[in-house]
């Protein structure tokens, strides 16, 4: 015999589900101190900017034409900032402002768009424009030119190891306590560690940088450097008390697509 839904439960669901949603994409801000940098400020921020850009526009030397298309991208840039501030949702983070996140948001939005903009270019006008973009890049060389991957990897010393913790290691080794304060479960960390190390080997072809050692790989990149920085992170995370997030496994997400299906398909036979 199967149960009815009551429309009170439908009413509870959406209401639940719309209070989910405003609390990831309207985040509100808990513990405010200052409030003048959390009311609303659209016509004084409107005004001050458009001052500030007819000012500039007005003011300034245009005799070069070069230096004026790189002056009003950069202001076309920054116009789109203050938008992303005005008109982007707070999202799920607040701190240090949400303001922050607005903008962060709104140059990936830009980033994204263009990438949308190179795929429609070949490759000889790609380098024009970075050549554009940055002169110094026409006379640069790439690191692939001037350096050897992947040799000897049979020899085996510690000032062979040594050598490899530079820069580059710090960033893996950041770069991964930051993304696990973000992502804040292992086991989400360790496959896109190890997923993108399968990524590198792929595509070593096309980057001759992608092209490590074994020992270089697995060792040094995955256990020490990305391993210790999910460590850190997490345990920066528990140290702190902050909040967990349950990402759903895909087989879950499979399965509450049958049952919702399911569910629909009962309900409709009912209602014939």
């Known amino acids: 015999m199967p149960v009815a839904v009551s429309p009170k439960k439908h009413r509870e669901d959406d209401v639940n589900y719309n209070l989910h949603f405003r609390m990831i994409n309207e985040q509100q801000v808990d513990d405010i101190c200052l409030d003048f940098f959390y009311k609303p400020h659209t016509i004084t921020l409107l005004t001050v900017t458009v001052l500030s850009l007819m000012y500039f526009a007005f003011t300034r030397d245009d005799e070069q034409s070069d230096n004026n298309l790189r002056v009003g991208l ?24 949400p303001a922050v996140w607005r903008v962060v948001f709104g140059l990936s939005v830009l980033y994204f768009l263009f990438l949308v903009f190179l795929l429609f270019l070949n490759w000889d006008q790609v380098k024009l424009l970075m050549y554009w973009l940055d002169p110094n890049l026409r006379y640069a060389k790439r690191e692939a030119d001037i350096m050897e991957y992947a040799v000897n990897c049979t020899v085996i010393t510690w000032e062979r190891i040594l050598t490899h913790f530079d820069i580059f290691a710090l960033g893996h080794f950041a770069g ?97």
Request: hydrophobic share 55%; proline share 3%; with cysteine.
């Open 74 to 97: 950069l202001v076309v840039v920054s116009f789109f900032l203050v938008i992303s501030i005005l008109a982007f949702p707070n999202g799920p983070f607040t701190r240090p402002h």
């Open 176 to 272: 991964w306590a930051v993304k696990a304060l973000l992502i804040r479960s292992y086991g989400l960390c360790w496959t896109i560690s190890i997923t993108w190390e399968l990524t590198e080997l792929i595509f070593m072809h096309l980057l001759p940088n992608f092209a490590e050692c074994w020992w270089d790989q697995v060792i040094l990149d995955i256990l020490l450097c990305n391993g210790g920085g999910i460590w850190i992170g997490m345990t920066a995370c528990r140290y702190l008390e902050m909040r967990t997030y349950h990402w759903a496994s895909i087989k879950s997400v499979w399965l509450l697509f049958l049952i919702f299906n399911f569910y629909l398909f009962f309900t409709l036979s009912l209602n014939t």
